[in-house]
């Protein structure tokens, strides 16, 4: 969603074709259950002269009905666990065109910031974070340059495409920025003492951006925001490599 006011930086295709390269990557060094690509939005969603939620102008796709197929069959107690590694544009049109799916969500996400980034769309944060149960990871910050792991840190990594592709990111300064990228949340489903404490914030239209502000204890909420400062790099970067070290997790391939 990058500049869409200048037509879209990057464009759905070269998106797609990133997407199918790291599929491929997958899929041939053995990882098994990998399901194919569903598209998701490919356009903003535009805030309504109203300011009124339920005025915006929706563009389902396959990704934001898969959303609503999967959200009506979860519960308020056992609810659709939706981990955003982008703009919250896809699941904020599923929310338009059924909002009666929001008390079956969960859905973890990293603005980065307010008006770039995954925040780009500002209108769609908006959405989710008025509609549904949001968790956001260091709002309004990123990771710092190698704080989470070093080249040498991949080298444990078994020899296969998957993984050479991780050490070639790793050692560019894109992945030296990146780090866990978007990923913070699926450390944490799996060792959750890498999060160590939240804020309560709530969400605020600046235009053309949406900010998560901390709010009183008395006030009410929109998101649960996870600080950087509150997260445990080191237990982050050793769950990743438990799992990706696993011998059992590349299953032989046919040659």
Not at 37 to 60: C, F, K
Not at 144 to 153: I, Y
Not at 198 to 224: C, H, I, M, N, Y
């Amino acid at each position: 969603m990058w500049d869409w006011q200048k037509g879209y930086l990057y464009p759905m295709e070269q998106c797609v074709d990133d997407a199918k390269k790291a599929l491929t990557f997958a899929r041939d060094s053995g990882l098994k259950n990998i399901p194919d690509l569903t598209l998701g939005s490919d356009q903003v969603l535009e805030r309504p002269e109203s300011g009124t939620i339920e005025d915006t102008v929706a563009h389902p796709t396959d990704g934001s009905r898969l959303i609503v197929a999967e959200a009506l069959k979860a519960t308020p107690e056992k609810p659709l666990v939706i981990i955003s590694g982008g703009p919250l544009t896809t699941v904020a049109n599923a929310l338009v065109t059924n909002p009666e799916i929001a008390p079956n969500m969960v859905v973890l996400n990293l603005t980065v910031s307010s008006y770039g980034y995954n925040g780009k769309d500002a209108w769609s944060p908006y959405i989710v974070a008025k509609k549904t149960r949001l968790v956001e990871w260091a709002t309004g910050n990123f990771w710092d340059k190698n704080s989470v792991f070093t080249e040498e840190h991949f080298e444990v990594l078994p020899k296969n495409s998957f993984c050479d592709d991780m050490r070639r990111l790793i050692a560019t300064d894109l992945g030296q920025a990146n780090q866990l990228g978007d990923g913070a949340a699926l450390v944490w489903l799996w060792r959750h003492d890498c999060w160590k404490n939240s804020k309560r914030r709530k969400a605020v239209w600046r235009g053309p951006d949406v900010r998560f502000e901390e709010v009183g204890q008395a006030e009410t909420a929109d998101v649960l925001d996870i600080p950087r400062s509150e997260t445990d790099l080191k237990a982050s970067r050793e769950e990743f490599f438990r799992v990706l070290a696993m011998p059992q997790l590349f299953a032989e391939t046919e040659p």
